[in-house]
């Protein structure tokens, strides 16, 4: 099972990677994440993807937000309630 860090950790280590990819000197993203992750003690694709998914909650990229996916994950189980409950209904 993914173990779940805190928001503020998440939020803290992608504004570092985008702190240290403001500097004119800084080497590509890959390796400022590759650097950074084991710092962190978090796996490079861990930092990777929260990185990406700072950029599409930002607009910056395409993809499905973070409150929009959380929406969608609720009404999937409200569906899945309703559902249920016709379903005891009918019998």
């Known amino acids: 099972m993914p173990k779940r860090y805190p928001a503020s950790f998440r939020d803290r280590a992608v504004r570092m990677v985008f702190d240290r990819l403001e ?15 084991p710092k962190l003690s ?15 909650d930002a607009g910056d990229k395409p993809g499905v937000t973070t409150s929009a996916a959380e929406e969608i994950r609720r009404l999937k189980r409200e ?13």
């Not at 569906?79 to 209904?89: D, I, K, V």
Request: glycine content about 2%; hydrophobic content about 35%.
């Open 23 to 37: 500097h004119e000197d800084a080497p590509s993203r890959y390796r400022v994440i590759k650097d950074l992750a």
């Open 42 to 56: 978090i796996t490079t694709e861990t930092l990777r993807r929260w990185v990406e998914q700072a950029e599409v």
């Open 79 to 91: 569906n899945q309630e309703l559902r249920r409950a016709n379903g005891c209904m009918t019998t």
